[in-house]
């Protein structure tokens, strides 16, 4: 069974509006802070949101007041609304559980993602 499965990407026009999900496994998803990161052609992944257990939020500036990540305990699930998109955001989205201790490291094996693409 894979701890994480991501889906919801697409092809949308720039200004546009998607929302990703992520379902986790309960022994990755409880008690930890959840985040979105992305990967776009040629880049490292970057840490994009992360949502801790009890609701608290934190972005990266280049999507604050764009993107709102959530999550429901109860169905182990963590979301990505992303509005006013623009063609820079166009990348592979994963998601992860942060590892509590070391800056930078997650806790769960990648899944697949999802593919975003802004573009006209």
């Known amino acids: 069974q894979a701890q994480l499965v991501e889906s919801g990407g697409g092809l949308v026009q720039p200004g546009g509006s998607l929302t990703l999900s992520c379902t986790a496994s309960r022994r990755l998803f409880r008690d930890n802070t959840m985040g979105w990161y992305r990967q776009a052609p040629g880049k490292g992944r970057e840490l994009v949101a992360e949502v801790t257990s009890d609701g608290n939020t934190n972005y990266e500036d280049s999507v604050k007041g764009r993107f709102t990540i959530s999550r429901d305990n109860a169905k182990n699930m963590v979301f990505l609304q992303m509005n006013s998109l623009k063609p820079e955001d166009t990348a592979v989205y994963l998601c992860?559980?942060?590892?509590?201790?070391?800056?930078?490291?997650?806790?769960?094996?990648w899944g697949q993602g999802t593919q975003v693409t802004v573009s006209s």
């Open positions: 992860n559980a942060l590892h509590p201790q070391w800056t930078g490291y997650v806790l769960g094996s």
